[in-house]
């Protein structure tokens, strides 16, 4: 199946900085997904089958699906935005990363 | 919008024990999944279903069974519970199985004493 490779594995940073989580894709893809997890949470999807860049709010999404790479951007944290991101590539069924793990510390 | 819930919350099983875990979606949305989650790692796909009836296994469905007599329905059963395991499984669902958003359910959390 597909295997994808999430970066940084976790992430500290101090409230107002700026973070950006990488995504590789070892093959091809149809589309991938960007989720959030609260510690003991559910998933929520952050950003859907995205191509090229997207925005929500502070978050930025920025995907070349033939280079099978994803990164979201998050801008101006905040201590509500703590939680794992995950990403997932979808090959016919999703395949998930380990995940990052941010903490914004206030 | 929809809801999808999962029964039991917690579950708390022997070593050896066949244990069920239940998920009910009313999206309406003809395919649905179960992912195993460890702590610290990411989702693996267990057993999906694109429609009544079908099963299809994942990569970690070694271990499991799953039923899906209702469209709105997908069971997971640990066949035997392994002594010390702990994760939570998580079901899903999507209007179909290809380039679909995937709807999550909060969640089971297994220990196994």
């Known amino acids: 199946g597909q295997q994808v490779q999430q970066s940084p594995a976790s992430l500290v940073l101090q409230e107002g900085e700026n973070a950006e989580l990488q995504c590789n894709f070892s093959?091809?893809?149809?589309?991938m997904q960007w989720f959030y997890q609260r510690p003991g949470g559910s998933l929520v999807s952050l950003f859907y089958?995205?191509?090229g860049t997207k925005h929500s709010g502070r978050l930025t999404s920025t995907t070349v699906i033939k280079e099978r790479r994803s990164s979201l951007h998050i801008s101006s944290s905040q201590t509500t935005d703590s939680g794992t991101y995950l990403c997932?590539?979808?090959?016919?069924?999703?395949?998930f990363g380990s995940g990052t793990k941010l903490t914004v510390e206030p | 919008g929809g809801i999808i819930t999962q029964t039991p919350k917690f579950l708390i099983g022997q070593e050896g024990q066949k244990l069920t875990l239940k998920c009910q979606q009313n999206?309406?949305?003809?395919?649905m999944y179960w992912y195993r989650q460890d702590s610290g790692k990411g989702l693996r796909l267990i057993y999906y279903?694109?429609?009544?009836?079908?099963?299809q296994k994942g990569d970690l469905s070694e271990g499991y069974d799953a039923s899906r007599e209702k469209k709105s329905s997908f069971s997971l059963t640990v066949t035997s519970a392994q002594k010390n395991e702990m994760a939570v499984f998580l079901c899903?669902?999507?209007?179909?199985?290809?380039?679909?958003?995937?709807?999550f359910g909060h969640g089971t959390k297994l220990s196994v004493l």
């Open positions: 899903a669902s999507s209007m179909q199985i290809s380039n679909e958003r995937l709807f």
């Open positions: 093959t091809s893809l149809n589309s």
């Open positions: 089958n995205p191509s």
């Open positions: 997932a590539s979808n090959y016919n069924v999703l395949y």
């Open positions: 999206f309406n949305h003809d395919t």
């Open positions: 279903s694109i429609t009544e009836n079908d099963l």
